[in-house]
């Protein structure tokens, strides 16, 4: 079973700062397999990112996502205020694995 | 305009049976899949399951065979996600999704608001 890995736990950063958000696969995954999506507390996620790399209809193009094989990463390239949540990614395989998570609070 | 609607949120007892539901709407919902995901209190998203509703093809996850049924009736446009006997670490949030391929990726395009499961005694 692969396991999602994402780092920082936490990133605290001020409005306007660049966050970048890793996820690392157990093994070698296909970039098509891999999303990301946004949690924000009392809503439902939203998908920001699919194929690692492909925005979302209505994702501002401040996210960005890159990555193959073991590491990928979501970069938001100024932050603004509605983007503090946190952002899990998700690989579609036999289990649909999530990651753990990453918390971009405000610093 | 696509809508996932969840059931309301539930307050069970130990050892009781629940179905919540989520319905679709402003699609097909027989040609794309339907899946589970579980929030436990304070932390990350899991995936239970998923249903492809036009054959009622189901897939578990591993951590969730056995411990929940998923199930679908596509007359009426509803999946569901059903316990025979709960638990107090049922408790959780629990939203449903609607799972997509498009451009050779798999992703959860749409989202239900959220069923609130509480278990206790």
């Known amino acids: 079973e692969i396991v999602l890995t994402q780092s920082p736990g936490t990133l605290s950063l001020s409005p306007g700062e660049r966050a970048t958000l890793a996820c690392r696969a157990s093994q070698s995954v296909s970039s098509s397999y891999l999303a990301w999506y946004q949690h924000k507390p009392g809503q439902a996620p939203r998908l920001l990112i699919y194929?690692?790399?492909s925005r979302a209809t209505g994702i501002p193009d401040r996210f960005s996502g890159s990555g193959s094989g073991t590491d990928f990463t979501l970069t938001i390239s100024r932050l603004e205020p509605e983007d503090f949540a946190v952002y899990y990614c998700q690989h579609y395989g036999g289990s649909q694995t999530f990651g753990g998570g990453t918390k971009v609070e405000t610093k | 305009e696509v809508q996932l609607v969840q059931s309301g949120a539930e307050m069970k007892k130990p050892g009781e049976s629940l179905k919540i539901s989520c319905q679709g709407s402003g699609y097909i919902f027989t040609s794309y899949w339907i899946g589970w995901v579980r929030q436990m209190p304070e932390k990350g998203l899991e995936w239970m399951g998923v249903i492809y509703p036009g054959d009622s093809d189901t897939r578990y996850s591993p951590s969730f065979q056995g411990q929940v049924t998923i199930s679908a009736d596509k007359s009426i446009s509803t999946a569901y996600l059903q316990w025979s006997s709960l638990k107090a670490s049922d408790t959780a949030m629990y939203y449903c999704?609607?799972?997509?391929?498009?451009?050779?990726?798999?992703?959860?395009?749409?989202w239900g608001q959220g069923t609130l499961v509480t278990v206790s005694s």
């Open positions: 999704a609607r799972r997509v391929y498009d451009s050779s990726a798999y992703f959860l395009d749409y």
């Open positions: 194929g690692a790399s």
